[in-house]
């Protein structure tokens, strides 16, 4: 399955438009259906991918919320890139679960920098943050 999930981001057919309105859809359905090997396979590549198959992945990873999902969002938090920061960010605010939100606060520098974009933060973007900042504290 892991494999199929990476033809699918990587490949051509799947436009920014597709990729939001129909191609996250499906990856989400495909990471339900993940194995254990499946997981270890995505979690040992994924900091390897090209920064846009990154952004699709953390963008449809909020379909089962579990602990592989969140380690992955966890690992690709380490970027320069602000728009797949931020989309971690806001897929992280689906992980509601008491272990969720703790692994997320033992992560401060990820909260650090959170703090740090929210001055410069367009009216969206610094409403995702907010919301994030939150439910991870309540």
């Known amino acids: 399955m892991y494999?199929?999930?990476d033809?699918?981001?990587t490949?051509?057919?799947n436009t920014?438009?597709?990729?939001?309105?129909?191609?996250c859809i499906i990856a989400s359905d495909m990471l339900a259906k993940f194995s254990q090997k499946d997981w270890e396979d995505l979690s040992s590549h994924v900091l390897m991918k090209p920064l846009e198959w990154q952004r699709r992945l953390a963008y449809c990873m909020d379909s089962c919320c579990n602990e592989h999902e969140l380690n992955i969002l966890l690992s690709l938090l380490d970027t320069d890139d602000e728009e797949l920061?931020?989309?971690?960010?806001d897929t992280l605010r689906s992980f509601t679960t008491l272990e969720g939100k703790q692994m997320i606060r033992d992560n401060p520098a990820?909260?650090?920098r959170v703090n740090e974009l929210l001055p410069r933060a367009g009216v969206a973007t610094r409403r995702v943050l907010e919301d994030f900042l939150v439910k991870i504290h309540g």
């Not at 920014?16 to 191609?23: E, L």
């Not at 920061?85 to 960010?89: D, H, N, P, S, Y």
Request: with cysteine.
């Open 3 to 5: 494999k199929e999930l």
């Open 7 to 9: 033809v699918f981001i």
């Open 11 to 13: 490949g051509s057919q």
């Open 16 to 23: 920014v438009d597709y990729w939001y309105d129909y191609g």
């Open 85 to 89: 920061f931020v989309t971690c960010v």
């Open 110 to 112: 990820m909260l650090v």
